[in-house]
């Protein structure tokens, strides 16, 4: 029986096993694709990290200086090889881990190579794991993709396209378009999203959201409102409205403020044009929530993503709310959801944590 199975050999496996290997325990870590970070890699060719290099870092190895502030994709990926270099990790490649049972008190992870008995598991999966499109009624007569398999503008150079959905990945696909030499772009908004400076002249916004985490939630909408009335011009003419109550949407919908890289003024400019949300599919037409249509060539759903964690843990734990699951004595979830300091800077904290939870547990301590 393994001490340790780690499920997910990105951002979060790595710091797990790493955090762990840092207290002298050695834990099996597993990966479904055949290198570490493979859901990187698979992003836009545009990517940057939102969060600053520094605020970055897994725990035990820094982001090098010279990959800048930002850092970029591919430098990401290769700083999560460094970073499994130097801890000397070694991931079971091309193993998916398909169910986790209990029976008896012990855990037993079920996977594509065979059922794995462990003391401990941890799932770090991420919760990009399964791209999510709307259930729109009618259908396309035109490409229609997710952006999780949208990578630059060239196939789009002149085409009217339609963006749907106002996240970072949308924003920044929108931009990416607009700026790559698409004919026209339209972004789809449901529910007009918070919107906040990447940094104000040379601060990180990223500090706010780190030090917004002892505030009373009671205080954090008018804060952080009036955060975006200080930094960004009123979008209201352009169909992109103030939400009254920035941080009370975030809790509900679980999506973080849009970190501006260039949205803003190409709205602003009607570069990027803001319209209603979709409701259906007509052959080539799209309907708009407020009864209007539109006749795009393309359609990117940037519509994001779900853990899609059910048929892995849901025998043994409850999944709540935006599908994050109840941990338990021996189960542990690392880097499920995006907080509002970070995902990175979040995963290095609670893989902290973890690591300490998982050391009483295999001493025999409770653990909880």
Do not use: C
């Not at 505030?215 to 954090?220: A, D, E, F, S």
């Not at 359609?299 to 994001?304: L, N, R």
């Not at 409850?318 to 800077?345: N, S």
């Amino acid at each position: 029986m393994d001490d340790v199975v780690i499920v997910g050999a990105s951002a979060a496996g790595l710091a797990a096993a790493a955090t762990l290997r840092l207290r002298g325990i050695d834990a099996t870590l597993l990966e479904r694709g055949v290198r570490v970070g493979e859901p990187w890699r698979a992003r836009y060719d545009r990517l940057h990290l939102h969060t600053i290099r520094w605020l970055s870092g897994l725990p035990g190895y820094r982001i090098p200086p010279d990959f800048g502030r930002w850092v970029a994709r591919d430098q990401f990926v290769q700083y999560l090889e460094q970073y499994a270099a130097h801890h000397g990790l070694e991931p079971r490649f091309g193993v998916e881990a398909t169910r986790i049972d209990r029976s008896n008190g012990h855990w037993t992870v079920q996977t594509s190579a065979g059922a794995i008995p462990a003391r401990v598991i941890v799932v770090a999966s991420g919760y990009t794991r399964v791209p999510t499109l709307p259930r729109w009624h009618g259908t396309f007569d035109g490409p229609l993709a997710h952006s999780v398999d949208y990578r630059n503008p060239q196939p789009f150079r002149g085409q009217d396209v339609l963006v749907v959905g106002a996240g970072n990945s949308g924003t920044e696909i929108a931009v990416d378009l607009a700026e790559g030499g698409a004919g026209r772009v339209r972004i789809a908004v449901r529910t007009p999203p918070n919107i906040l400076r990447r940094d104000i002249k040379g601060f990180p916004i990223q500090l706010v959201g780190v030090a917004v985490q002892r505030v009373p939630p009671m205080l954090l909408d008018p804060m952080i409102g009036a955060l975006r009335r200080a930094s960004i011009p009123d979008l209201n003419v352009r169909g992109l409205p103030r939400p009254s109550k920035p941080f009370s949407q975030f809790r509900r919908t679980a999506t973080v403020p849009i970190l501006d890289v260039g949205f803003v003024d190409a709205v602003r400019k009607g570069i990027i044009e803001v319209v209603p949300a979709v409701t259906a599919l007509e052959g080539r037409a799209v309907m708009l929530a407020d009864g209007s249509r539109v006749f795009p060539d393309a359609i990117v759903a940037a519509t994001g993503y779900h853990p899609g964690l059910q048929p892995l843990v849901g025998d043994v734990t409850d999944i709540g709310e935006h599908g994050v699951p109840r941990p338990q004595p021996g189960l542990h979830f690392l880097g499920i959801v995006i907080p509002l300091p970070g995902l990175l800077y979040q995963v290095g904290k609670d893989a902290r944590q973890i690591a300490s939870r998982v050391a009483r547990e295999l001493s025999g301590g409770a653990g909880r």
